[in-house]
């Protein structure tokens, strides 16, 4: 198996696994029992996280070029600002009741640090 495919496969596990952790309530997963798949879940994401990081290290994951680092940086901007600006209106949907200037601070906040954060992540990538 290509360092990739096992990197994608950890990441993907760790995920689901961390979800599972976030959702436990609605699939039914004992209140005791709720944090018991984040930590695997995290395991599994950062297994993943080294994988990738030697094998870029090494070689074996080509490096993405400027050009698609930058296709993805803006695809991940775009999608983050789409959330950004409907979480005001569907969060109380969610249950979330607060006043509309501070839903739409906090999905601002939100926006700048996951931009920022990713933004660093492609930095060092």
Same mark, same amino acid.
């Given at each position: 198996?290509? @360092?990739?495919?096992?990197?994608? #496969?950890?990441? =993907?596990? /760790?995920? %689901?696994?961390?979800?599972? +952790?976030?959702?436990?309530?609605?699939?039914?997963? @004992?209140?005791?029992?709720?944090? #018991?798949?984040? =930590?695997? /879940?995290? %395991?599994?994401?950062?297994? +993943?996280?080294?994988?990738?990081?030697?094998?870029?290290?090494?070689?074996?994951?080509?490096?993405?070029?400027?050009?698609?680092?930058?296709?993805?940086?803006?695809?991940?901007?775009?999608?983050?600002?789409?959330?950004?600006?409907?979480?005001?209106?569907?969060?109380?949907?969610?249950?979330?009741?607060?006043?509309?200037?501070?839903?739409?601070?906090?999905?601002?906040?939100?926006?700048?640090?996951?931009?920022?954060?990713?933004?660093?992540?492609?930095?060092?990538?």
């Amino acid at each position: 198996m290509k @360092p990739s495919t096992k990197a994608n #496969l950890l990441i =993907l596990t /760790g995920s %689901l696994m961390m979800m599972a +952790g976030v959702f436990a309530k609605p699939l039914g997963i @004992p209140k005791e029992l709720e944090a #018991l798949p984040n =930590l695997p /879940g995290v %395991l599994f994401f950062y297994w +993943g996280y080294r994988i990738a990081m030697k094998a870029k290290a090494t070689g074996e994951i080509p490096r993405p070029t400027d050009t698609k680092r930058w296709f993805i940086l803006w695809v991940f901007v775009t999608g983050c600002a789409t959330v950004a600006i409907a979480f005001p209106f569907f969060a109380t949907y969610l249950g979330i009741h607060l006043p509309l200037p501070w839903l739409a601070g906090i999905a601002f906040l939100s926006f700048l640090i996951a931009v920022t954060t990713f933004w660093i992540g492609m930095k060092k990538a």
